[in-house]
């Protein structure tokens, strides 16, 4: 059970324009996310969800509001991998332990240690375009945490993966989230995927995105999709979730 501690993430009306005087983008999000948690922000396309990603990483700006961050920054991840093509495995995640200012002596074994931690040690010396798509995404997910920071943000990562290396990266991301304590806000439009990661799930609704409903998943890990809790919540949020799409188009 997690203790009370105070937020390290903490969005109070949270407005977002992207031209002045246009139509808001977000409109009035308030939300905490507190250390170690594994908040999922679900929603269909459009309804900001990417933009919200995008403040809490300090890309952009909020037009209104307060939204209070974590001193040392957040690391992202996307759906693309975002390799460099002509580094191996191994050297990509050392391209982030040098601009995070890590001794090149020491940049090596980090690296190889943070490859292992997502099972890859037998790729570390391939290039990109030797790897996977599943593979590939992990090495991204190792260079993510290579920045060291304490809140990792993720950008639908594993929608373009076929749905068994989806599953096969969920695991892992659960283990890797388990063993580094670090604070993960996942973005998806999959509800599937965020009952099986999120302690806790917000979902968006568009035009403006805002959240409008926030269910809290207290079930054990690893959730299995058969679960009668899991499918009960599952089925809950979608049909949520039509709604809200269906008054997008009403």
């Given amino acids: ?65 307060t939204l209070m961050l974590p001193a040392d920054g957040a690391a992202m991840m996307f759906q693309d991998s975002a390799l460099m093509p002509w580094l191996s495995a191994r050297r990509n995640v050392e391209l982030a332990l040098r601009l995070r200012g890590v001794a090149r002596a020491d940049r090596r074994a980090i690296a190889e240690e943070l490859l292992a931690m997502v099972h890859l040690t037998a790729a570390a010396e391939r290039r990109p375009h030797e790897l996977s798509g599943g593979m590939r995404q992990r090495v991204a997910l190792a260079r993510a945490l290579a920045q060291e920071r304490s809140v990792l943000l993720m950008d639908e990562p594993f929608a373009a993966l076929d749905a068994i290396t989806r599953d096969s990266l969920h695991s892992e991301l659960e283990r890797v989230w388990t063993e580094t304590g670090r604070t993960i806000v996942f973005v998806t439009h999959n509800v599937r995927e965020a009952m099986r990661l999120g302690d806790r799930i917000l979902l968006m609704a568009p035009t403006p995105g805002g959240v409008v409903a926030e269910w809290h998943i207290d079930i054990d890990r690893p959730r299995a999709a058969d679960d009668p809790r899991v499918v009960s919540t599952t089925a809950e949020i979608t049909e949520r979730l039509r709604r809200e799409m269906g008054h997008e188009h009403s």
């Fill in 1 to 65: 059970m997690r203790t009370a501690a105070a937020p390290i993430i903490s969005a109070t009306n949270v407005d977002k324009t992207f031209v002045p005087g246009g139509p808001r983008v977000l409109d009035s999000i308030s939300f905490d996310v507190e250390p170690g948690e594994f908040v999922c922000l679900l929603g269909g396309s459009g309804c900001g969800k990417s933009t919200l990603l995008g403040l809490i990483a300090g890309i952009e700006q909020p037009t209104g509001g």
